[in-house]
């Protein structure tokens, strides 16, 4: 059931969320097994941000009957689904963390820095199969799209201060807005804008050698 709110289909979210309600009160909390009980917990406030009404009313209404609150320890799980295979899932894990941004502002800083880290990390491609006369026989495969990073550092981007609107702007220039996928790239560019919109009058000084050097 877990597994099937993370599919790319309503309708299977929407059925695992209802039935999640049936079966709830027989589940373990962290208490009992805290790895399963946080990975509840982060599926359920994920459902809580669904692109889809809704999954929300329904993990809305499933947080509350569960008395459930948030971890510590949340926000760093959440970062795990915003590189997830599916788009929906992404956007809703980005909502989420949004949520807990906005009551502890202290997580800002070090979601952003996981953020950065996961992109930079996994912005390698898995080598090409050469031959034994050194010809490619299988491509460099791309296994991931950081589109999700995109999406969550514009909806994140409200909470910065204009040291860190300097600092992803230069990540934008120099590395976010020349990514290889055209989708991640347009998503990036969406997110830079969104700071620009956001902050731009606070830091134009600052911000206008930045894209000069860009451009």
């Known amino acids: 059931i877990l597994q099937m709110l993370e599919s790319s289909k309503e309708m299977i979210r929407d059925c695992a969320i209802r039935s999640l309600n049936k079966i709830m009160d027989v589940l373990p909390n962290i208490e009992d097994d805290n790895d399963l009980g946080l990975f509840i917990l982060r599926r359920v406030w994920i459902a809580k ?31 795990r689904d915003i590189i997830h295979d599916e788009n929906c899932i992404q956007k809703a894990a980005a909502g989420s963390l949004v949520t807990i941004l906005r009551e502890d502002q202290s997580r800002v800083i070090p979601v952003l820095d996981k953020l950065l880290e996961t992109y930079t990390e996994k912005l390698s491609l898995v080598p090409a199969v050469l031959d034994q006369f050194n010809r490619e026989i299988v491509p460099a495969i791309d296994m991931w799209s950081p589109r999700g990073v995109a999406i969550t550092i514009s909806q994140i981007s409200q909470f910065f201060d204009l040291e860190t609107v300097e600092r992803i702007i230069q990540f934008m220039v120099s590395t976010g807005l020349r990514d290889r996928e055209e989708i991640v790239h347009k998503e990036m560019l969406a997110a830079s804008l969104e700071i620009v919109d956001l902050h731009g009058k606070q830091c134009v000084t600052t911000l206008l050698p930045v894209f000069e050097d860009f451009l």
């Open 49 to 79: 941000h669904d692109v889809a009404t809704e999954i929300q009313d329904q993990a809305d209404y499933l947080w509350t009957k569960s008395c459930f609150e948030i971890p510590i320890a949340l926000s760093e799980e959440i970062l």
